[in-house]
């Protein structure tokens, strides 16, 4: 079965400027996660999706942050504007449901100047 | 709330010798733990996971973990690594029913010829 594709892999962008990042999880997987790691630490939960519905989203800074999950399969995370200590590697993850284990992209490693 | 602890930030270990990585949870209630590897610019791969029944389970790559209630613990072990096992790894606990995972911090793994 194909893995979890994300989309960019590499972003470099100044500070105050938009991003989007783009996840689109293994077929048949209803929940979906978004994750930031941040050097040297694990991943750190943002948002939580179960279909296309957010049921997890009190760690997701509201005030710059915001994501979607079209039709509970594609998802896209959008900071608006980007902080210097937005700087990270953002992951999506998916599972069957959330007892499930997680299986991860591959993240987009994401730098503000 | 469940919170994981992964005692060693580093352990270097010498090809072919065994590795035990440390995991410890905390949690009222009962827990699913998995243990997850990160190789450098990738996502975290499941290595193993506990959710019911045997205490003792077996995962990829030769790797092994043993669940004890009562220490509250959850230690990674291979009786014989190899350079490629070099890699970040990762302790998650998630309460039954609760639907979150946590992460630890991450103890990376250096084996040395």
């Known amino acids: 079965e194909a893995g979890v594709v994300q989309s960019p892999r590499y972003k470099i962008i100044e500070k105050k400027q938009p991003v989007a990042f783009w996840c689109n999880p293994i077929?048949?997987?209803?929940?979906l996660y978004w994750y930031r790691q941040n050097l040297g630490q694990g991943p750190e939960l943002l948002i939580r999706?179960?279909?296309?519905?957010?049921?997890?989203d009190s760690q997701l800074p509201k005030d710059r942050f915001s994501a979607e999950r079209l039709k509970g399969v594609d998802s896209t995370l959008k900071i608006q504007p980007a902080e210097l200590g937005d700087s990270a590697v953002y992951l999506c993850?998916?599972?069957?449901?959330?007892?499930?284990?997680?299986?991860f992209g591959d993240g987009t490693r994401l730098s503000i100047l | 709330a469940q919170s994981v602890t992964q005692l060693d930030s580093q352990v270097p270990v010498f090809e072919e010798a065994p590795v035990e990585l440390r995991c410890n949870y905390s949690s009222s209630v009962s827990v699913y733990l998995f243990w997850y590897v990160q190789y450098p610019n990738q996502g975290l791969q499941l290595l193993l996971k506990?959710?019911?029944?045997?205490?003792l389970v077996k995962g990829i790559n030769g790797f092994e973990a043993e669940f004890n209630k009562s220490q509250t613990s959850f230690h990674l072990r291979k009786p014989s690594v190899h350079i490629s096992d070099t890699a970040e790894y990762f302790c998650a606990v998630g309460v039954t029913g609760g639907f979150k995972t946590i992460f630890g911090a991450g103890t990376r793994l250096f084996v040395k010829a």
């Open positions: 999706y179960e279909n296309e519905e957010a049921v997890d």
């Open positions: 077929s048949g997987h209803n929940t």
């Open positions: 993850a998916s599972s069957l449901d959330s007892n499930q284990p997680q299986h």
């Open positions: 506990y959710l019911s029944g045997s205490t």
